[in-house]
């Protein structure tokens, strides 16, 4: 980060950093209250376009729940990719059936503590709106995201030492957050953007809001690690509190990940958030569309796999557990006769059942028994398109 990279009102705003001698840290201006949209007013009408459509076909989809099932682990699996965490959604939902993470990728925790993390902030926000997006809420989402990880402070607690984004020193470093000791006045302010309120004519749409949470988040880095992953939560969380469903932006952030940086760069040292607002935009047209086309998609292999088995009862086994599928696509007996509830022989003759009709597949390990619908895995780990 170098003072010359700076705006110049920007370059007002660094300090030396104590334990560095001659670095520099920035201290960023508050959120701004309004921004300039000339230019990308198209783009954040496209977005607001997009959202809509979502909101009416997550209102009539026919088992909403199986499928944001889906949706969600396929966004922890994106978002942990960004940060280099691998593991696959194949991987993430065998651990879920299983408990056992023998033979499967180490990564598969951090993945799954993601999922819970996002489970607790929507229902959070579900009961209490944007009330429920303070402080205390990203901490409890960092808390869960590193429960039981190698973190090496303590999950939750925001960090006491300086640190940096990019360059193995400080003096390398792509760009250099607030020392410690400004977090909290600059957190507070993230904190009143995030349950806002729109006063007057001073209103500013969802998405701006939500793209400049982020980017403020991400400048302040407040933890040690994981900041990339806290921010990422934040916004469909925005969404929900707002009556939207949660949109997922991780697919599209990975897809471009070196503009996703550059823009945040852009932000950090020249302000320059109009460029930012429209990224994000188009963020949330690919995200919305995409997952409308997954779900569209799960729909119509559920449907296909209920012609397959028209042979059977309507209130088969076979067919309830074929249902599930699209928000359960690794299967495990018990599991089966768990979701069901039916014995075990039960469940097992099901699942047999879909296996003769090519619907599951057989398992690869004798250790974990875990039959797999593919179509629903390979669908899911299509990446997505970055325009
Ligand atoms: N100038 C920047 N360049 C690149 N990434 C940045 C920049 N500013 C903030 N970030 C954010 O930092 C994240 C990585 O921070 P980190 O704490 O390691 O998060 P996590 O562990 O979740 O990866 C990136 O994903 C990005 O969102
Ligand atoms: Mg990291």
């Not at 988040?217 to 992953?229: K, L, M, Q, S, V």
């Not at 990224?279 to 569309?289: D, G, H, K, R, W």
């Amino acid at each position: 980060m170098n003072r010359q990279d700076l705006s110049p009102d920007r370059q007002k705003r660094l300090v030396p950093v104590e334990a560095h001698p001659g670095a520099l840290a920035l201290i960023p201006p508050p959120i701004p209250q309004e921004i300039s949209m000339r230019g990308v007013e198209r783009d954040t009408m496209a977005a607001h376009e997009a959202l809509s459509k979502a909101q009416s076909v997550a209102a009539h989809l026919p088992n909403p729940d199986l499928i944001t099932r889906t949706l969600s682990r396929r966004e922890a699996v994106q978002s942990s990719n960004i940060e280099g965490t691998q593991s696959e959604i194949g991987d993430v939902m065998e651990f879920e059936s299983t408990g056992d993470a023998e033979g499967l990728p180490a990564d598969v925790t951090i993945t799954l503590n993601y999922v819970k993390a996002l489970d607790t902030g929507l229902a959070e926000v579900r009961k209490h709106g944007a009330a429920a997006l303070n402080t205390s809420m990203i901490q409890t989402l960092h808390r869960e995201l590193m429960q039981g990880t190698d973190y090496r402070d303590v999950p939750g607690e925001f960090r006491q030492t300086q640190n940096w984004i990019g360059g193995l020193r400080i003096y390398d470093a792509r760009f250099v957050p607030p020392p410690p000791a400004y977090m909290a006045e600059l957190l507070a302010d993230l904190e009143r953007h995030l349950n806002y309120q729109p006063e007057g004519n001073a209103f500013l749409s969802i998405v701006a809001r939500m793209a400049m949470a982020h980017a403020q988040f991400e400048t302040i880095h407040p933890f040690r690690d994981g900041n990339g992953r806290v921010g990422r939560l934040l916004m469909p969380l925005m969404l929900a509190a707002e009556g939207y469903p949660p949109v997922y932006l991780a697919g599209f952030l990975k897809s471009n990940q070196r503009l996703y940086y550059d823009s945040l760069l852009n932000v950090q040292l020249q302000g320059k958030w109009t460029e930012w607002v429209s990224f994000l935009s188009q963020a949330v047209v690919v995200s919305c569309n995409e997952s409308i086309q997954i779900a569209n998609a799960l729909l119509a292999m559920r449907n296909a796999w209920e012609q397959k088995l028209s042979h059977t009862r309507r209130d088969s086994s076979s067919r309830k557990l074929a249902n599930l599928l699209i928000g359960y696509p690794v299967m495990t007996v018990n599991r089966a006769s768990e979701l069901l509830e039916v014995s075990f022989v039960a469940a097992n003759n099901a699942i047999r059942d879909l296996v003769n009709q090519g619907i599951l597949s057989e398992p690869q390990s004798a250790r974990n028994r875990v039959f797999v619908a593919r179509d629903v895995i390979d669908l899911l780990n299509q990446p997505t398109s970055n325009e």
